[in-house]
């Protein structure tokens, strides 16, 4: 009896630091090109881009191509995926994290953008505190409490003084 050998697994890959970034995606083509570049612009650069679309109409996605194909990112993979139908972005999130085979995912929705050393600060973060994740400004712990460096906003008075 022969086993199958899988070649693509995620122990061959995994190096300390390789991390993938999922991009839940839908009719957002205004904002690809920086979306784009803020990821590949990093300073620890990932190995995968995957971007989960949910349902764009064919026109968005055609123009995202073509920014792709104008401007293809050297030495990352970028994954685009369609479900079909419109879904929501947490059933994209799940399906590349379902997909990706590095040692970190980060995730980053289609409007938003990353400073240049935003994977490398919460890579390195991580690795200095053994903690399980990191959301935005929250350190999360694998017993499920978190840490937020974030602004109580209840405490502010008015959205001004969170924005000022």
């Not at 991390?19 to 990821?39: A, C, T």
């Not at 030495?75 to 379902?98: H, K, P, W």
């Not at 999360?140 to 840490?147: E, F, K, L």
Request: proline share 4%; aromatic share 10%; hydrophobic share 30%.
């Amino acid at each position: 009896r022969t086993q199958p050998i899988n070649i693509h697994t995620a122990e061959n890959h995994m190096t300390s630091r390789s991390v993938s970034v999922i991009v839940p995606f839908y009719n957002r083509h205004d904002f690809f090109e920086r979306l784009m570049d803020g990821i590949t612009s990093q300073t620890l650069r990932p190995e995968t881009i995957y971007i989960i679309d949910n349902g764009s109409n064919p026109e968005q996605i055609s123009k995202c191509f073509d920014s792709l194909n104008r401007n293809p990112p050297s030495e990352i993979d970028v994954i685009f995926l369609s479900t079909i139908q419109r879904g929501n972005a947490n059933y994209a999130r799940n399906l590349g994290l379902d997909l990706a085979d590095t040692k970190y995912v980060a995730y980053l929705d289609s409007d938003d953008w990353w400073e240049r050393q935003h994977l490398e600060n919460s890579i390195s973060a991580l690795e200095k505190t053994n903690k399980s994740g990191i959301y935005s400004g929250s350190i999360i712990h694998s017993h499920g409490t978190s840490i937020n460096y974030s602004a109580d906003v209840t405490s502010l008075g008015s959205p001004f003084k969170l924005l000022f």
